[in-house]
């Protein structure tokens, strides 16, 4: 795969908190589950977070997302955004984790991993070009995280990424390096 072009700036990518369905460890993509309490608490604790600079807030449409936003920042807006929303797994959402296809595959009635791909490629090269003076937290899922990984880091998915932790992807001019914040 040729690398993507990198986004014009560094950006921040926070995993909701713990929902019921990662608790149950089930498939939900698409599906629209809530916030756990420790999913809740999680997003509470981020309220506490220092950040290096001035930020911009975007969440995935996705209520599990806009929860943690509304619980992680509770006096600032922030902006949905669709291209944040996590990968469709089609006839496999509701499935056991354990049933999870292999990523390169499309499921039936699911979003393809190559369309993914696109649509956060554009979704957060956008959002940085309109942010030029804060640094962009966007507040999504694992399969964000990963496609991120695959587009500007090392081209692997990596581990599922943890919930509710800010994930910074430091532009350096040629790739991007993830650190945790």
């Known amino acids: 795969m040729t690398a993507a072009p990198l986004p014009s700036r560094s950006f921040c ?20 589950v809530p916030l756990t309490q420790l999913g809740r608490d999680q997003a509470r604790a ?4 220092i950040w290096p600079e001035p930020i911009a807030i975007y969440a995935s449409p996705m209520s599990r997302a806009k929860h943690t936003a509304e619980l992680a920042f509770p006096a600032r807006g922030f902006e949905v955004h669709d291209g ?7 006839v496999f ?12 595959n499309t499921p039936d009635r699911g979003e393809s991993w190559p369309d993914m791909l696109m649509r956060v490629q554009t979704t957060i090269t956008g959002i940085c070009a309109s942010s030029p003076h ?8 694992s399969g964000v995280i990963r496609a991120t990984r695959v587009l500007w880091t090392t081209g692997d998915v990596g581990q599922r990424p943890p919930n509710a932790t800010p994930l910074l992807f430091e532009n350096t001019g040629k790739k991007l390096l993830e650190k945790t914040l």
């Open 13 to 32: 990518l926070i995993r909701h908190g713990e929902t019921t369905a990662n608790a149950d460890e089930i498939i939900a993509g698409v599906t629209d």
């Open 134 to 141: 804060a640094l962009p937290v966007l507040v999504c899922h």
């Open 93 to 104: 959402e509701g499935q056991p984790l354990s049933e999870q296809p292999v990523r390169e």
């Open 46 to 49: 981020l309220s506490d977070s």
């Open 84 to 90: 944040l929303r996590e990968r469709d797994w089609g």
